[in-house]
């Protein structure tokens, strides 16, 4: 890996050779010294019916947080603040696209939740019903998923952007008793036709009883015998429903994350330990006060959304904004404009976003007010060096610490990250830091040996954590293989990694995610920094096609920065940057000059198809990508590349 020190030496604010802060290590000795005690009292922060028996029954790799006791997910979020000034203060601001607005305190959304919660059990849903919920970013969303815990459901979010396929997947899977959709959702100002999808699915799913409908989009639907419209249902609800106390191994929710082969597997999380560690690592990552305005633009359909928009921001009382729409509609600027309009005090968000706003330059971010900011971060992937200097530099105006943060669906919460509650250390741009406190992580060889500092392995973690999943849906066994096996009595996330001589950590991304090249193993992360390293280059996609010689061969799809021009000639100093940075083996075959490439709604890069693009491959599923324009453009590029005659 090349060494990004030219990056920490432009800001005299960024130290090179440094340690952990002694606050970190004690307490993060402390906590895998003795983890029963130190878990314990993180979960006293929590509000019990029943305090636990045990605080670990530890089963490898099954792990039972907190047996014996029992609480409320709902409880945590919403009543313990009901009798507080918290009360009154706005819980979810909401902003479309179109800049429409909503906000709902703490009190409202409380009676929306008991109201819903109640819509529920009339309906004849219980305690361990499973509840499929489809719908767009709106506040409709969370109140769903908390009605749900209230009374003992267990929710099942499918993101919005999936198709009638993938949500009946997923509903006969955890054999849903309810789905809650909407009539339709906005996104880059179009109708998205959700109940359309889920009338194409409901007919293959045999155990949904009722379809709830919420009015959002205003359009014509169709109301079968199943379907029922969430505001007729609202209007007779009781005002409150009692809380259902559960089993703090009980289940809150299924997710359902890809995996490289086969079906999506359900990651299962329990209640006590994943509420614990989202409190937890909440306040020593974000450092949560009352008076903070926290934007995550994550969707909920995906993790993040589900810990850091739903549930720990609202265990911690804080103010926390919303948004349904695209980063870059109607103009690249609705995070910035969000910011200011709101007060938004955090920021977390993508590095896939801020490459996309970076290759707009600097002036719209600067033509807002960003001054209420105290802290940035990112998630979801590794953040280049390239890309977090223009955060800090840019939009942090180099007064905002960055918390770039490394963790997963099956995690359930962050587990590395610099925790600014705890004490604020030197900043290294790309780095993820140190495990949060009670999170044993490491990286290892192929025999699962620690490996010496500057060498690629394998982030592992060799102790339980509270907010580990409990298992996958309906495969016990499945869990065991594909989390457990490959290290024996370690969680092994699949990602590389590395341990600097300080002790940073810094991911390297998916280790399945890897091309090689002559033998070499070159990880698609690293590639990808060295192209957006160079002036020129905003956003990089790198992936692989067969070659006879080498086994793969590279090839990189690339999106210039504004003011630069595609050309033969910039596809030369491209190249030639690669080779003196990475060097020879790293030399890209093709490299290809688009405005944009595929992604996700969640903001991946969808990588498989430009690989089959690139190999003449199938293109497969489409039904989560963002722009089709963009394999549009991405295949042009690919034959006119094929077409040009070079020297």
Known sequence: MSSPSKLYEESGKLKLSVRPGKQLEKLSKEALEDPDKFWAEQARNLVWFEEWDKVLDWNPPFAKWFAGGKLNASVNCLDRHINTDTKNKAAIIWEAENGETRTLTYLQLYYQVNKFANVLKDLGVKKGDRVTIYLPMVPELPIAMLACARIGAIHSVVFSGFSAQALTDRANDAQSKVIITADGGMRKGRLVELKKVVDESTGSVPSVEHVIVLR?????????????????????????????????????????????????????????GYLTHLYSTAKWVFDFSKQDVFFCTADIGW??????????????????????????????????????????????????????????????????????LRLLGTVGEPINPEVWMWYFKTIGKENCPIIDTWWQTETGGIMLSMCTCIETIPMKPGSATFPVPGVDAAVVDEEGKPVAPGTKGYIVVRKPWPGMLLTLWGDDEKYKQVYWSRFAGTYYPGDYALVDHDGYLWLLGRADDVLKVAGHRLGTME????????????????????????????????????????????????????????????????????????????????RRLLKSIASGGQIGDITTLEDGAAIDEVKQAYEDLKKAVRP
């Open 527 to 606: 590639l990808e920094s060295a192209f957006v390293s160079h002036k020129a280059i905003a956003e990089a996609a790198v992936a692989s096609k067969p070659d006879a010689t080498k086994g793969e061969s590279i090839i990189a799809f690339l999106v210039p920065k504004e003011g630069f021009e595609k050309s033969e000639q910039l596809r030369k100093e491209v190249v030639a940057h690669i080779r003196s940075t990475l060097g020879p083996i790293a030399t890209p075959d093709d490299v290809y000059f688009v405005s944009k490439l595929p992604k996700t709604r969640s903001g991946k890069i969808m």
């Open 303 to 372: 993790v993040t959304g589900h810990s850091y928009i739903v549930y720990a921001p609202l265990m911690h009382g804080v103010t926390e904004i919303m948004y349904e729409g695209a980063p870059d509609f109607p103009k690249p600027d609705r995070y910035w404009a969000i910011v200011e309009k709101h007060g938004a005090t955090i920021l977390y968000t993508t590095p896939t976003a801020l490459r996309m706003y970076m290759k707009y330059g600097d002036s719209i971010p600067n033509s807002f007010d960003l001054s209420s």
């Open 216 to 272: 959002r989009a205003g359009n014509k639907v169709e109301m079968g015998p199943k379907d029922l419209w969430w505001h007729e249902l609202m209007e007779n609800a009781k005002a409150y429903c009692p809380p259902e106390p559960v089993e703090s191994t009980h289940p809150l929710y299924i997710l359902y994350t890809s995996g490289t082969t086969g079906k999506p597997k359900g990651v299962m999380h329990g209640t006590g």
